[in-house]
């Protein structure tokens, strides 16, 4: 079993930054791919970017050019950085750690844009 575990999200102001990290408790980080999604209240959860383990990315189109996620191996830990925040990226921020077969997902950490 792996553990998935979030850190970073809180409140910050429009046009703010955050750094969101996932940590994941597996000796074979490197073969995940690393996905971020996000759910708004009464919405439904969404693909926010994804790296897979070769470091190709996606992005949803409501945050290219402002959010950037990346990886470190070493580290085992994958990271969303969050860019000239709106207050309609208001959500809780899931990490998921995906190999096909098995996907682990965290707990979630709230990002509250709001002045």
């Known amino acids: 079993q792996v553990q998935v575990v979030e850190s970073g999200g809180g409140l910050v102001q429009p046009g703010g930054s955050l750094r969101l990290s996932c940590a994941a408790s597996t000796s074979i980080f490197s073969i995940y791919t690393m996905a971020w999604y996000r759910q708004a209240p009464g919405k439904q959860r969404e693909l926010v970017a994804y790296i897979t383990s070769g470091r190709s990315t996606n992005y949803a189109d409501s945050v290219k050019g402002r959010f950037t996620i990346s990886r470190d191996n070493a580290k085992n830990t994958a990271y969303l950085q969050l860019n000239s925040l709106k207050p309609e990226d208001t959500a809780v921020y899931y990490c998921?750690?995906?190999?096909?077969?098995?996907?682990?997902w965290g707990q979630g950490t709230q990002v509250t844009v709001s002045s």
């Open positions: 998921k750690a995906d190999r096909g077969t098995f996907a682990y």
